[in-house]
């Protein structure tokens, strides 16, 4: 039974095992290069990983913006990237652009990916290939999350949208293009401890990131988890006094998630399209399991 950490009672309570759609999308990275290649330009550090390890990492644009926010299996010779449904071609495209002169072939999945939640099969932050199926562990914080390539899962309902969405805010897991796109500074979510390495060196967008580190990371907003007193609909607007301080970009019954001006504090009340809500930190690691230091 998957009973989902600190989340309020009821939400995927029951399920043993059940499928997330839409799934995202997988492209693998192979050749002698590829190591070296994918570490100038993602913000993980992958060099010192060991092969079977998952780690999760960042796709910046040159000016230091996310544009992709990934899980990277490490392998020997190949390293498989992660993305949201829909954008694999594009992160294909988009690194594809930088192989110069490099042994290093790209390689978009074919075979059926699926995202399930429930009872591992992989340990705990590893990845493996058995007979031609990929599994790998992607879970969250308090929510066991596998990606499956190759398996059969017609047998696994699929998770209700509303429920695993409730999981994603408690967990504080922004999406691309839903809550940050490509305006959004890393330091202004709580990713950066898990996805980042300061100590790698250089990768694309770097030079912004490591100043705002360098100067204690302060930034005009960050992003929140909301407790509305009833629920609130994605698309309303987040008012502390007369003044607006964001807008609601992922909601699930109590629970939303959003882009907050930093003036409002964790515990803060505001105003969430009429309704009043509390405002509530994003759980973040002190520090990134894998910067490679």
């Not at 039974?1 to 399920?15: A, N």
């Not at 978009?108 to 399930?116: K, Q, T």
């Not at 992989?122 to 066991?144: C, I």
């Not at 691309?176 to 490509?182: A, K």
């Amino acid at each position: 039974m998957v009973r989902v950490g600190s989340l309020p009672e009821g939400v995927i309570v029951g399920v043993m095992t059940a499928r997330i759609a839409p799934a995202p999308e997988l492209v693998w990275f192979r050749g002698p290069d590829t190591i070296r290649f994918l570490n100038d330009l993602i913000s993980q550090e992958i060099g010192h990983l060991e092969p079977g390890t998952v780690a999760r990492s960042l796709l910046l644009g040159p000016q230091g913006k996310m544009d992709f926010i990934l899980w990277v299996l490490r392998g020997e010779d190949e390293v498989g990237l992660v993305t949201e449904d829909g954008r694999g071609e594009e992160l294909a495209n988009r690194l594809g652009r930088y192989k110069i002169r490099v042994e290093v072939e790209v390689v978009p999945e074919l075979s059926e990916v699926y995202l399930v939640v429930g009872d591992p099969t992989v340990p705990a932050g590893q990845w493996e290939r058995t007979d031609g199926l990929v599994s790998a562990d992607l879970s969250w914080p308090g929510l066991p999350r596998e990606l499956r390539v190759g398996a059969d899962v017609s047998g696994l309902a699929e998770i209700d949208p509303g429920e695993y969405a409730a999981a994603r805010i408690e967990a504080g897991i922004p999406v691309m293009g839903v809550d940050v796109d490509e305006k959004t500074i890393p330091q202004e979510t709580a990713l950066v401890p898990e996805t980042i390495s300061f100590e790698k060196g250089c990768f694309l967008g770097q030079e912004l990131v490591a100043r705002l580190d360098s100067r204690g990371g302060r930034v005009n907003q960050h992003l929140r988890i909301l407790e509305f007193d009833e629920p609130v609909p994605t698309g309303a607007t987040l008012k502390a006094g007369d003044r607006e301080v964001g807008t609601v970009t992922t909601s699930s019954g109590s629970l939303g998630l959003a882009l907050v001006w930093r003036e409002v504090e964790p515990g803060d009340r505001i105003d969430a399209g009429g309704v009043a809500a509390t405002v509530r930190a994003v759980p973040q690691k002190s520090e990134s399991t894998f910067t490679g230091s």
